[in-house]
Nanobody, 123 residues
């Protein structure tokens, strides 16, 4: 069992930056692929970024490529999402997820989810 707790959300102006953190419980964090997803009001959940258990392999949604960076610190059981050049369309609740398989853009590939952290970007 893995429990995930996101933090770092908030209100920021367009062009600004935020860093989200996701702290995981459990001793096997380093064996999980981790992903970030987001859901805006009235929209379906969408993939943002994912990282392999080792941190070597990373994938991003086209909408955030070049602006967001996913990373992880297995010693701290934490995965991060550095978000730069934020846009109003990035406004959403951001969720982290953990999965036993290969890092993936598919939500069904993940077994555990956090409660989410709100990100709001003003124009």
């Amino acid at each position: 069992q893995v429990q995930l707790l996101e933090s770092g959300g908030g209100l920021v102006q367009a062009g600004g930056s935020l860093r989200l953190s996701c702290a995981a419980s459990g001793r096997t964090f380093s064996s999980y692929s981790m992903g970030w997803f987001r859901q805006a009001p009235g929209k379906e959940r969408e993939f943002v970024a994912a990282i392999s258990w080792s941190g070597v392999s990373r994938i991003y949604a086209d909408s955030v490529k070049g602006r967001f960076t996913i990373s992880r610190d297995n010693a701290k059981n934490t995965v991060y999402l550095q978000m730069n050049s934020l846009k109003p369309e990035d406004t959403a609740i951001y969720y982290c997820a953990a999965g036993e398989g290969r890092r993936s853009s598919l939500g069904d590939s993940y077994d555990y989810w956090g409660q989410g952290t709100q990100v709001a970007v003003s124009s």
